[in-house]
């Protein structure tokens, strides 16, 4: 128990619980249990302590009377003990060093470890349990390193609240949905053997929670103000999401299984050499340098899945993070990048396969509404969008055409000019952030990439390996900018990767980009543009032509309709990665 701690004490706590353990002391004089309270029919919300008890002698009850266990969570003293007594070897783990730091004599006689500080052990553990715990990771992980953790045939048991739903409102990052977390526990090796859904039972602890911390931040002046209210209108939501059934508290217990044949693993800093590997070997002779994964995944712009089998990656399925203005509003995409499966797996693209794995694992993870990403798209050709359509991953919802032009008119122009434009955003940023604030108003009822001076600097002006044009048209008289565009030069054409303009400066730009092929001596000039808006690009002799790309959405997880998407897309050239 923590009863002899005072309220300061508990400063050390992770935000919010220090302040939920500061209220919660005031009122009951004692922090024995953190987690969720098990209510009868009847109670009030002020039997919080005994409902707690009645959830905590539940969970002891459940577990095996001797072995190793491993309890991951927010553990107090009285738990651990308990655990003891009934014959259990006891490790506490957590996330957080914090919560050691404040209860180092509660965990007196006890290991203690971080939840990821077990690279080296293997088969430990009789029974995990883990308490209201998880969401701070993803699953993916969680669920490897406890296959690692337990002995054969070992119990993992998971009490905590999960999205049994998710819709366009749900925030960000927002709990893990159940559907997902099962399809993850099987592919890791688990089989689920037992699960209770304890809603009913628990629905009044956060209106336990609330009440109380109401109480204290109403009498006490020491209460941060801000992390109450932030506090006390997320136990708000959840109640709400309780009783609408939009949440589920569930306890799950899953045996470990055989080990699978592919394992997915989340990818890092730390996977880049084995990734680039991969790379070389799927693209050859193409390579990726180390500074291009930097400029696609590094500082936290990218991520992946990765398929493992015997020690070794056989499949990446990476995404780049991507701002997008849709329909109006700012949001998160992803696009999908370095898709690759090694020649020794290439043969098994099914569902069952190493490709499937990393492919249906990514979504699972951050793609859809409440995920890190709401919408996911790429550029695949069209016999990979059929192997993935058949897998029920992507739908399509575009498709890019090729538009090309014979370079021309190399005569100046009277009235604009033509500027190039370098990395120094004192002199440019407000320029390019204006014209992109022009383009976009014109695309409220679209979905097209942002492309403020952040955007076009690390996509253009700081890339790793390749030189890129960029060049903006101005006025002579005002020197106010028209439009920008960014250009590519190869032997025997121009790669036309973007314009940021008002709709009716296209045509015009489209001439300027000509003009500058001309007097360089590139015959023509190219882009890439989603068929529906390419209409805006057919001037100045144009020639359209099917380029076999298609765009993608992602429908293995819950989000936005296909339908919804449908024609609704700006991509260019410079939106692809590798162009």
Not at 23 to 28: E, L, R
Not at 169 to 184: A, H, N
Not at 400 to 407: P, T
Request: proline residues 3%; aromatic residues 12%; contains cysteine.
């Amino acid at each position: 128990m923590m009863d002899n701690k005072r309220a300061q004490d508990f400063s050390g706590l992770p935000e919010p619980y220090h302040i939920l353990a500061m209220s919660q002391h005031a009122k009951y004089g004692a922090v024995e249990y953190f987690h969720s309270g098990l209510f009868d029919d009847g109670d009030s919300l002020a039997k919080l302590p005994e409902a707690r008890q009645r959830m905590f002698a539940h969970i002891i009850s459940s577990l095996p009377a001797a072995g190793r266990i491993l309890v991951a969570g927010k553990i107090t003293n009285q738990m651990a003990d308990a655990l003891q007594k009934r014959g259990l070897n006891v490790t506490a783990a957590s996330h957080s060093e914090k919560w050691f730091t404040i209860l180092d004599d509660a965990y007196s006689g006890f290991e203690k470890l971080q939840f990821y500080e077990y690279s080296d052990i293997k088969g430990e553990y009789d029974i995990i349990l883990v308490m209201e715990h998880a969401c701070s990771f993803h699953y993916i992980t969680f669920f490897n390193t406890c296959h690692d953790l337990l002995t054969d045939k070992g119990m993992l048991l998971v009490l905590d609240s999960f999205a049994l739903c998710r819709t366009l409102l749900d925030k960000k990052d927002t709990l893990p949905l159940w559907e997902i977390v099962l399809s993850q526990a099987e592919r890791c090796g688990f089989k689920l053997i037992g699960m209770e859904d304890l809603t009913e039972n628990v629905k009044q602890t956060p209106l336990s929670y609330m009440d109380t911390l109401k109480e204290y931040y109403n009498t006490s002046g020491s209460v941060e103000t801000d992390v109450a209210e932030t506090t006390i209108n997320a136990l708000a939501e959840m109640a709400e999401k309780y009783a609408d059934r939009s949440y589920g508290y569930l306890f799950a217990k899953f045996q470990k299984d055989e080990s699978p044949r592919w394992k997915p693993v989340l990818t890092g800093r730390q996977d880049s050499d084995r990734i680039r590997r991969l790379f070389e070997e799927v693209f050859a002779p193409n390579k990726m340098s180390d500074s291009l994964w930097e400029w696609k995944y590094g500082a936290g712009r990218g991520t992946g899945v990765a398929a493992w089998t015997e020690g070794e990656m056989v499949a990446h399925y990476g995404g780049m993070e991507r701002r997008i203005s849709y329909f109006g509003r700012t949001e998160s995409a992803v696009q999908i990048a370095d898709v690759m499966v090694s020649d020794k797996e290439r043969g098994v693209l099914t569902r069952k396969g190493a490709f499937f794995v990393a492919a249906s694992t990514f979504p699972e993870c951050f793609v859809g509404y409440g995920a890190r990403f709401l919408i996911g798209f790429g550029f695949p050709n069209r016999r990979a969008m059929l192997v993935a359509e058949r897998m029920k991953l992507y739908g399509e919802v575009d498709r890019m055409k090729g538009v090309r032009w014979q370079a021309g008119g190399q005569r100046p122009r009277l009235t604009t000019g033509i500027k190039e434009i370098e990395d120094a955003p004192l002199k440019w940023e407000s320029v390019i952030n204006s014209l992109w604030s022009k383009m976009s108003e014109e695309l409220t009822d679209a979905i097209v990439g942002i492309r403020d001076w952040e955007y076009i600097r690390h996509r253009y002006l700081i890339h790793p390996e390749h030189d890129y044009h960029v060049l903006l048209v101005h006025s002579r008289m005002t020197g106010a900018g028209r439009g920008l565009f960014v250009l590519r030069h190869h032997e025997h054409e121009s790669n036309l990767l973007d314009i940021v303009a008002p709709m009716s400066e296209i045509p015009f730009i489209i001439g300027e980009a000509k003009r500058v092929c001309a007097l360089r001596g590139t015959p023509s000039l190219f882009t890439w543009i989603t068929e529906t808006f390419a209409e805006k690009f057919l001037c100045h002799d144009s020639e359209i032509t099917d380029i076999d790309v298609r765009i993608p959405t992602s429908i293995w997880t819950p989000g936005p309709d296909k339908k919804e998407l449908k024609d609704k897309w700006w991509l260019m050239s410079g939106d692809t990665d590798f162009l």
